[in-house]
């Protein structure tokens, strides 16, 4: 396996809307880079809170667990955690892997980021896992860049692809909650 470059990426992974990895002052980066994309993170956010006294379960999860928020930047509590999405689209080749890391400018803030793979064949935008692990309260903010996703070319061809096998978050629509075939877990997804 190897890591695409920047022109790979262009040519072969269907990226919407896509960004030239341009100097952008006073933003955190997005766009194109050397070997991945910086994606930025959309207005909607699914900030979780302990109001409700709710516990999270990934086969009975309640929408309680969470308030929705829509803005041009969101605070998450100290030691707490988000859900959002990615405004690009993403249509990985069958030959392609991508995985995604966090971005140093909120790593050194204490603010991780975690993404599972991107399967090959996967479409969609990326449901972004956020934790802040300070005591502060921490700030992000919409339309800037949040994570980079690096793609890697296999050597072959899959057998079986995340569109062959039908896989659950396969063009998910919205901001999408763990889902778990045969419990109610889709209960609150938009």
């Excluded at 994606?39 to 667990?65: A, C, I, Q, Y």
């Amino acid at each position: 396996m190897g890591v695409l470059p920047d022109w790979m990426i262009e040519r072969d992974v269907k990226i919407t809307p896509f960004a030239t990895g341009q100097h952008r002052p006073g933003v955190i980066s997005y766009g194109v880079t050397s070997y991945g994309y910086d994606v930025r993170v959309d207005r909607h956010f699914k900030v979780f809170t302990n109001v409700w006294g709710s516990t999270v379960d990934p086969k009975h999860f309640d929408p309680k667990s969470f308030v929705d928020v829509e803005a041009d930047f969101v605070l998450i509590p100290p030691n707490s955690f988000a859900l959002a999405e990615t405004v690009e689209y993403f249509e990985i080749p069958r030959d392609i892997l991508a995985v995604c890391l966090g971005k140093s400018t909120y790593a050194r803030c204490g603010i991780i980021v975690n993404v599972t793979p991107l399967e090959p064949e996967w479409r969609g935008r990326v449901t972004i896992e956020i934790s802040n692990t300070t005591p502060l309260p921490a700030k992000l903010y919409s339309g800037e860049g949040i994570a980079q996703i690096l793609f890697l070319k296999a050597e072959e061809v899959c057998k079986t692809s995340y569109a062959d096998k039908k896989g659950k978050y396969q063009d998910q629509t919205g901001l999408t909650l763990p889902i778990v075939h045969g419990s109610d877990s889709r209960r609150g997804n938009n």
